[in-house]
């Protein structure tokens, strides 16, 4: 398969997430291949339920399948942060499953299942991580102005990945987006760490955003109309076309190669 586009998305959200998504797998391969995009990534919160009707419905329209998991993970004494990790091979898909299967027969916190940090080791073998952005730990390092702290935790996770490891950067229109977005391009030059465009998508069009949140208010057992609620994503998480993300990312170019890079590995 020859990977001319310019853009895969690798953190994607479909109906099979709980807390959000309404993305339906017919709908995505179908709209993916119309785009032109060689492959995309089916990364669900904490589960691997799309796995099978998603693999083969890519396969059928000659979309490559990437197959991955966002999850929670939890060092010792420290918060929970956000985590993607993508299967290059078999090896890394039954690292997966276990690390997965883990979370949720020792991780659970308050019925959300949470991976420790500690049981990475050893099990990362082909897996790529991509750090989470800015609601990885990384990026509430860098956002909590926590710079030392930032720089030895990438250290740890690239020793983890061996050059499997991308700093995750967004332009979604949420808060504090751009702020991350610099602390990450200064951190990813002073390390030689290679970046990553995604959009954390979760809904296909623009103007789904509306019925996406409806979706999320009946998860958090919130009103639509509460000022109170948290507001956690935007109206730009939808299935972006190759020409969208060339342009929002104009002057970081090699984050958008880097997306294909990943679908080639």
Not at 58 to 65: C, E, H, I, N, T
Not at 133 to 141: F, I, M, T, V
Request: proline residues 4%.
């Amino acid at each position: 398969m020859i990977m001319t586009a310019p853009f895969v998305h690798l953190r994607l959200h479909t109906e099979y997430s709980l807390v959000d998504g309404l993305i339906r797998i017919k709908s995505l391969v179908k709209q993916v291949a119309a785009a032109g995009m060689p492959a995309v990534a089916v990364t669900d919160m904490s589960n691997l339920f799309a796995l099978i009707k998603f693999y083969k419905a890519a396969l059928s329209a000659g979309v490559k399948p990437i197959v991955g998991v966002e999850i929670w993970v939890q060092r010792t004494g420290g918060e929970p942060s956000r985590l993607v990790l993508l299967c290059q091979n078999l090896e890394g898909y039954r690292h997966l499953t276990r690390l997965v299967s883990r979370s949720y027969l020792e991780g659970q916190q308050r019925g959300v299942p949470i991976l420790n940090w500690a049981w990475l080791k050893g099990n990362t073998d082909g897996l790529i991580a991509l750090s989470g952005g800015c609601e990885g730990e990384l990026g509430q390092a860098l956002l909590n102005d926590r710079l030392d702290q930032a720089e030895a935790g990438l250290a740890e996770w690239r020793q983890l990945f061996p050059n499997r490891f991308y700093l995750e950067i967004q332009r979604t229109g949420r808060s504090r987006e751009e702020d991350y977005l610099s602390a990450a391009v200064e951190l990813a030059a002073a390390t030689g760490t290679p970046v990553v465009a995604t959009n954390e998508v979760c809904f296909l069009q623009r103007e789904d955003f509306e019925a996406h949140e409806a979706r999320v208010c009946i998860h958090d057992g919130a009103t639509l109309g509460d000022p109170r609620r948290p507001r956690r994503y935007s109206d730009q998480q939808y299935l972006r076309t190759p020409a969208d993300m060339a342009e929002l990312f104009a002057d970081l170019p090699e984050a958008l190669e880097n997306s294909v890079e990943i679908a080639r590995r």
